[in-house]
């Protein structure tokens, strides 16, 4: 197991367009959370997902921004119509509910420019 | 809502001496976790510590180990003889216990970024 993968690492995208990130969970991770993270902050949670059902959205998560858990194993994170106030770093974790708080393991994240 | 506040934006330590990182929280709930995330420049956020609230005895990981306060609603990181791979941003988090079927996403604080100076 190589952890929780996010791809693409970088991201660079023009004002206007939309942007797709994938994430890989920890195999036997039944919960995945997205969080945003802009520099100099700590990050921000933005939704998630016990299997393929999204439980929970944060209010951060506009119309714009949709997630989705197909077959409870990778995610996927769109932002349509980019703006430059999207530019952040998205960072996914996963986790084992049965072990209890504390089991997360975080990706290395896909950081967004939007120019 | 709960809030994680982290006053010391920056620290800087001398290596091999001790250094310890505030933070301080506001919530209604009586059962819940803290930790320490440590994030070095590759970004990925790594698991230093974690506290479960009704446990009166303070958590210990080798050189890293909180003071719990429940009743201030503190929870500082004291990191003993520092190394030079200490230096990273250290964010301090927080969720709620709502059993197995609970939201328990992380609310963090803005970080704390630690340098270690040889």
């Known amino acids: 197991d190589t952890g929780v993968s996010q791809d693409p690492r970088h991201k660079i995208t023009k004002r206007g367009q939309n942007v797709t990130f994938r994430c890989d969970p920890i195999?036997?991770?039944?919960?995945l959370y997205w969080y945003r993270q802009t520099l100099g902050q700590g990050p921000e949670f933005l939704t998630y997902?016990?299997?393929?059902?999204?439980?929970?959205k944060s209010r951060l998560l506009s119309d714009r921004f949709s997630a989705e858990r197909p077959k409870g194993s990778f995610s996927t994170l769109e932002i349509q119509r980019t703006e430059q106030g999207d530019s952040a770093m998205y960072l996914c974790?996963?986790?084992?509910?049965?072990?209890?708080?504390?089991?997360?393991?975080f990706g290395s994240g896909t950081r967004l420019t939007v120019v | 809502a709960q809030t994680v506040t982290q006053s010391q934006p920056e620290m800087s330590v001398q290596e091999a001496e001790t250094v310890t990182l505030s933070c301080t929280y506001d919530?209604?709930?009586?059962?819940?976790?803290l930790f320490w995330y440590k994030q070095p420049p590759s970004r990925q956020m790594i698991l230093v510590i974690r506290?479960?609230?009704?446990?009166?005895q303070n958590a210990t990981e080798n050189r890293f180990s909180v003071n719990f306060q429940k009743a201030a609603k503190s929870f500082s990181l004291k990191i003993s003889d520092s190394q030079l791979g200490d230096t990273a941003m250290y964010f301090c988090?927080?969720?709620?216990?709502?059993?197995?079927?609970?939201?328990?996403?992380?609310?963090f604080g803005s970080g704390t970024r630690l340098q270690v100076q040889p």
């Open positions: 974790a996963s986790s084992l509910s049965r072990t209890g708080a504390g089991g997360y393991t």
């Open positions: 195999s036997e991770h039944n919960r």
């Open positions: 997902f016990q299997n393929e059902a999204q439980l929970e």
């Open positions: 919530t209604s709930e009586s059962n819940y976790y």
């Open positions: 506290q479960e609230a009704y446990k009166q």
């Open positions: 988090a927080f969720t709620a216990w709502r059993g197995d079927t609970g939201r328990r996403a992380l609310t």
